[in-house]
Structures are given as structure tokens and as C-alpha cells.
């Protein structure tokens, strides 16, 4: 679940909000600078070097960086917030994905291997009783129809696990495109 797209971009998010956080607390700490000029003039008045510091105090921190760096801090803690809160939907969609895939793939099975033999064994007692003098045509009709109407529904079973299965690997696994 770690590399889902909405996951990243929480991340990515977190990251930066956490960047402005340390920003904003590097801005209280005094910054120091030098700089080193070489000038090379007419020979007749020769060269120059010139050195120069500089120095920025952060002056009135608790008006000025301190209300920065909490509103940075909040943002930071909001940005991790929302990253917990979309690992929770996410595992509750794949949750709920998983649950649809396992009730789809059990109705398929248990149609497959229960109800279908029991309707091929009726049609084939039917057609028997037929052959032997005891059944109408009219029951012969209706056992093979109600075979072919449960071969559909379970053709439609496979074909609904079979999507299950693939939002599951689409969606959450990891040869995602």
C-alpha cells in the first residue's frame, strides 16, 4: 500500500510542509556571511582586495519567527494527519475490494461445483424418465433450460470475480502499472 499514488503524494506533501517547518526555524538563527573581492586595475595604481562580513540578527523572534515557525510546525502536523487518514481510506477500499472479491469468487465456486452438477443430474433424470415413458417432453424442456440459465449465471459469477480480482490487482498490487 506504501506506493500507492495518493500515498506518495501525501508523502511528498508531508515533506514539504516538514521543509517549511525547518525553514521557518532557520530563519531565528543568525546568518553569517563573507565576501572577498579581487580587482586587478592599471598597473599604475595596482590592485585591490576588499573583504567584507555581514551578519542578519533576527530581532523581535517572538512577534516576527516564533508565530512562523508554529504556523509552519501546524501545517507539518497537518500534512501528517491527512497522510493517516488517506492510509486509512485506502485500507478500508481495499478492505471492502477484498470482501467483494472473496463473496464473488465463493458464489462462483459454489455454483460451479454444487449447483451445477445437481442441474446436469436433473436434466440427465429427466431425459431418462423421458426416454423410459415417464416424464413429459415439457420437463425435459424445462430441466435443460434451467441447466442452460444456471451455466449463464455462473459464467456471470466468474466474470464478477474475475473484475473483483483485477481492481484488486490493478488498484493495489504490485506490478501496477
Known amino acids: 500500500m506504501e ?4 500515498l506518495r503524494l501525501a508523502d511528498a506533501e508531508q ?7 525547518d525553514l521557518a526555524r532557520a530563519e531565528k538563527r543568525p546568518d553569517f556571511g563573507v565576501s572577498v573581492t579581487y580587482g586587478h586595475r592599471n598597473p599604475d595604481f595596482g590592485s585591490v582586495i576588499s ?14 519567527q516564533n508565530p512562523r515557525i508554529a ?10 494527519a491527512e497522510r493517516v487518514d488517506r492510509l486509512r481510506a ?16 465463493q ?9 451445477l452438477p445437481l442441474a446436469r443430474d436433473r436434466a440427465d433424470l429427466e431425459t431418462a424418465s423421458f426416454a423410459a415413458g415417464r416424464a413429459d417432453l415439457v420437463e425435459v424442456i424445462a430441466a435443460k433450460s434451467a441447466l442452460a440459465l444456471l451455466e449463464l449465471e455462473i459464467l456471470e459469477r466468474e466474470q464478477m470475480a474475475v473484475e473483483a480480482a483485477a481492481t484488486l490487482r490493478l488498484t493495489y498490487g504490485e506490478d501496477r502499472p
Open 3 to 6: 506506493a500507492n499514488p495518493e
Open 15 to 21: 515533506r514539504r510542509a516538514e521543509a517549511a517547518a
Open 51 to 64: 573583504v567584507m562580513g555581514s551578519v542578519t540578527l533576527p530581532i523581535f523572534t517572538d512577534r516576527r
Open 71 to 80: 504556523a509552519a510546525e501546524a501545517d507539518a502536523a497537518a500534512a501528517s
Open 90 to 105: 485506502i485500507r478500508a477500499r481495499f478492505e471492502t475490494d477484498l470482501a467483494e472479491w472473496r463473496s464473488a469468487l
Open 107 to 115: 458464489q462462483w465456486e459454489r455454483a460451479r461445483d454444487q449447483l
